[in-house]
């Protein structure tokens, strides 16, 4: 079992800085890949960024150029540091993780965590 929980979302107007963590416990070693996806009202769900175990990154073409994703080895943490925001990034934002068993760890049940979201708004 996987436990996330993220922080860092708030207020702010367009063109500021903002940097989210999710904080993952429990079963990290079985977390092949972690991610930020966001919701806007009335939009479905979207990718954000995503982060691999073995350090690959993939990023919204929305966002790239704009938002960094970085993790720690362990899968213990992910960060989402944001530049240059636009009212378009105003959204919930959430941490993913997702996995199962691997050569290392056969006891690994496939997952797919969620946390429960921070907001994020982008005044103009």
């Known amino acids: 079992q996987v436990q996330l929980v993220e922080s860092g979302g708030g207020l702010v107007q367009a063109g500021d800085s903002l940097r989210l963590s999710c904080a993952a416990s429990?079963?990290?070693?079985?977390?092949?890949?972690m991610g930020w996806y966001r919701q806007a009202p009335g939009k479905e769900r979207e990718l954000v960024a995503r982060f691999t175990s073995g350090g690959s990154t993939h990023y919204a073409d929305s966002v790239k150029g704009r938002f960094t994703i970085s993790g720690d080895n362990a899968m213990n943490m992910l960060d989402l540091q944001m530049n240059s925001l636009k009212p378009e990034d105003t959204a919930v934002y959430y941490c993913n993780a997702d996995g199962g068993s691997s050569y290392y760890y056969t006891f690994c049940s496939d997952m797919d965590y969620w946390g429960k979201g921070t907001l994020v708004t982008v005044s103009s």
């Open positions: 429990g079963d990290t070693v079985c977390i092949s890949a």
